[in-house]
């Protein structure tokens, strides 16, 4: 019995571990290109390898957005919407009256930036909806039939719960808070905010000594940016992927538990809609306001 | 849950997503809400100024229609007086030409009493000649009584 216990403990973990686990390409430790067999393989390769699962699904779903917006925008009537095309209005005019509250300066970029973020967002984090088992077990057996190792096929569905991800975008919205500064304030306009914030003096000598201080005290706030984005969206997904796991895995221990499974996930993935549509929108509009930010100079203050 | 190479993935896609939805999405689709909002405004707009016509119309309807019943009744009230006046100048007309038949008649009527007269005259003077011829027969002279007989011609 308690090696029973102990077993099925073990496939608990490793049907955590499974999970949490991405479907990795890169350089095998005998030199060779594959796809990882394990974790440890997988972190192993190194940076130059690819989570095929995330990075495929990412853009499986950016082009689904696009396609959609695409085939509502070529045949855009000023008419009477229908269908389709009031979803793509009612999203685009959220995302635009978004964007003109925060955002007061002319920039053609950020509304098309917006909407892309909020939709995209929106339908990485919806891949949490979709049964936990479902899609990685069509991945084994088609792995299976290609030839794989039942147990080295990973499969994560949902991108956003992969940090890749989430700080790839978050690094994109970084740049363009570093380009839109220099453009706008121009380089020295920008040094000045790290150099003579908050601390400033109209002695020079002492403005010297306030410098470095200044910097220690700016430079985290530019660079936390980037990173709260990207590990805020990151983080609620994952946690919200780790509960459905850890109730996927109470299916299993016996028909009481399964019950109360059962009204769990239910009552979870009615609140994950709400963190769903909550972190794409949270993304979008931090975005919006990391924009706004580096276009205001110091007289706006 | 290592970084790698999925991160710069995921930047050139986002990349390249920002492009396409900024090239192909946005602007027709803003473009066309646009013009939407521009319509829907345009014609509350026109529907106002409808409205408005529609009240000026109204007050000119009524403006003309009093206009109009004012004029009728200025109309009837000059038909009405002519009227009155036409029956005068017809009463007139009419005494005066019954005046002027009486005149006509009574000078007639006078004219045949003075001719009945005259001609009666000259028949009693014809009838008391031969009355009184046959009377004292050839013992009258002519001319020793035809003063005799012209005065009692005259007393006629």
């Known amino acids: 019995m308690s090696s029973a216990e102990h077993a099925e403990a073990l496939t608990s973990s490793e049907y955590i571990k499974h999970h949490l ?17 394990n974790g440890d393989e997988a972190a192993q390769m190194g940076f130059w390898a690819v989570n095929v699962d995330t ?36 999203a685009i005019e959220f995302v635009d009256s978004n964007v003109k509250g925060m955002f007061p300066y002319k920039n053609k970029m950020i509304g098309p930036m917006a909407l892309t973020i909020f939709v995209w967002v929106f339908f990485m984090n919806a891949m949490d909806l979709i049964a936990i088992d479902l899609l990685p077990e069509i991945a084994k057996l088609i792995g299976v039939s290609l030839g794989a190792d039942p147990h080295a096929v990973f499969f994560k569905v949902v991108p956003s719960t992969d940090p890749n991800i989430t700080l790839g975008m978050a690094a994109c919205v970084f740049i363009l808070i570093l380009w839109y500064s220099i453009t706008q304030k121009g380089v020295v306009g920008f040094l000045k905010e790290f150099t003579l914030h908050p601390f400033s003096s109209s002695n020079p000598i002492i403005q010297t000594l306030f410098i470095p201080v200044n910097l220690v ?45 059962g009204l769990i996930q239910i009552v979870w993935a009615l609140f994950h809609i709400l963190i769903i549509y909550l972190q ?22 | 849950m290592n970084l790698n190479a999925t991160f710069i993935g995921q930047m050139v896609a986002f ?19 646009a013009e939407r909002t521009k319509r829907i405004a345009d014609g509350l707009q026109a529907a106002d100024k409808a409205e408005k016509d529609l009240e000026l119309a109204k007050q000119k309807v009524v403006e ?45 009527i006078e004219q045949a009493t003075s001719r009945a007269r005259e001609e009666l005259r000259s028949k009693v003077v014809t009838l008391a000649l031969a009355g009184a011829e046959k009377i004292l027969e050839s013992s009258i002279d002519q001319n020793a009584h035809n003063e005799l007989v012209n005065k009692l011609a005259a007393e006629l």
């Not at chain 1, 686990?21 to 067999?37: C, E, V």
């Not at chain 1, 709260?228 to 009481?256: K, M, T, V, W």
């Not at chain 1, 509009?285 to 007289?299: A, F, G, P, R």
């Open chain 1, 21 to 37: 686990t991405n479907l990795t390409y890169g350089k095998l430790p005998d030199g060779t290109w594959g796809f990882a067999h």
């Open chain 1, 55 to 90: 990075m495929g699904w990412s853009l499986f779903l950016g082009a689904l957005f696009f396609f959609i917006f695409r085939s509502v925008a070529k045949k855009v009537t000023s008419d009477v919407p229908t269908g389709a095309q009031n979803v793509v209005e009612f």
């Open chain 1, 217 to 261: 005290l700016e430079l985290p706030g530019l660079f936390a940016k980037p990173v709260s984005l990207g590990l805020r969206l990151f983080g609620n997904l994952y946690a919200g992927e780790i509960i459905f796991i850890l109730i996927a895995i109470l299916y299993g221990a016996g028909i009481l538990f399964a019950g109360v499974a």
């Open chain 1, 280 to 301: 794409a929108l949270i993304f979008m509009v931090l975005t919006i306001v990391y924009m706004s930010l580096s276009y205001q100079t110091d007289e706006q203050h």
């Open chain 2, 15 to 33: 990349v390249i997503f920002i492009y396409l939805t900024h090239r192909f999405v946005w602007p027709p689709i803003v473009a066309a809400m």
């Open chain 2, 64 to 108: 003309q229609l009093t206009s109009a019943k004012k004029e009728a009744a200025t109309i009837i009230d000059q038909a009405n007086k002519r009227a009155i006046e036409i029956v005068e100048e017809a009463k007139e007309k009419a005494r005066l030409e019954g005046d002027r038949l009486k005149a006509s008649a009574q000078a007639e």
